[in-house]
């Protein structure tokens, strides 16, 4: 009985001196989750608000502002005077006429826009060809006796020349893409 009294108040020690410090530790971790909080939201209202990347698609340029700061040049201070050169607006027709210049890059960029859809859709097309000559020679070499159908030679075959003009024909797009690309490179690169 002496014993149990003695024994029962070191178990309340050692159980006391265990949850003391793990209550303690909580209460500062819940205070140090609050303030990385607080530096969290602090960090996010004093970083900068993403910039904003000006191309040629964002930017809402009408062809009468275009031609409004042309005829606004003649004003500037030091601008040479394309009036009273000749030989420059000869050498430069699409100087001379704005409206033509800027009605054939828009024809130019509707045929490229044209191009890269029937280069997407042929890409597309060779793929589907591909998944289904795969497809048709699965099922040919799987039946035991392949060697003696003609009809099912003769069809992997006709798809394999169809595969082989469709790839000729996307390097044909791919050319005309290319050269549509450069020619707007070319005609945007002008004054």
Not at 87 to 103: I, K, V
Not at 118 to 146: G, I, T, W
Not at 157 to 172: A, F, G, L, P
């Amino acid at each position: 009985m002496l014993r149990s009294k003695l024994v029962q108040p070191a178990i309340l020690a050692i159980v006391a001196a265990t949850f003391v410090p793990i209550a303690f530790s909580q209460s500062q971790d819940s205070q140090s989750v609050a303030e990385a909080a607080r530096k969290a939201r602090e960090k996010k209202k004093d970083a900068a608000k993403p910039t904003k990347v000006i191309t040629d698609e964002t930017l809402d340029v009408k062809k009468s502002d275009v031609q409004s700061a042309v005829a606004e040049e003649d004003k500037i201070a030091g601008a040479p005077d394309a009036r009273n050169q000749p030989q420059a607006r000869a050498a430069n027709p699409a100087a001379a006429n704005p409206n033509a210049q800027a009605a054939k890059d828009e024809k130019l960029k509707k045929e490229l826009t044209a191009a890269k859809e029937q280069l997407k859709q042929a890409l597309m097309d060779v793929d589907l060809l591909q998944r289904e000559n795969r497809l048709d020679q699965d099922a040919y070499y799987s039946k035991p006796n392949y060697g003696n159908d003609t009809a099912g030679k003769q069809k992997l075959d006709d798809e394999q020349q169809q595969i082989s003009d469709k790839r000729q024909q996307v390097e044909q797009l791919k050319t005309k893409v290319a050269d549509l690309q450069k020619q707007a490179g070319e005609s945007s690169s002008q004054p």
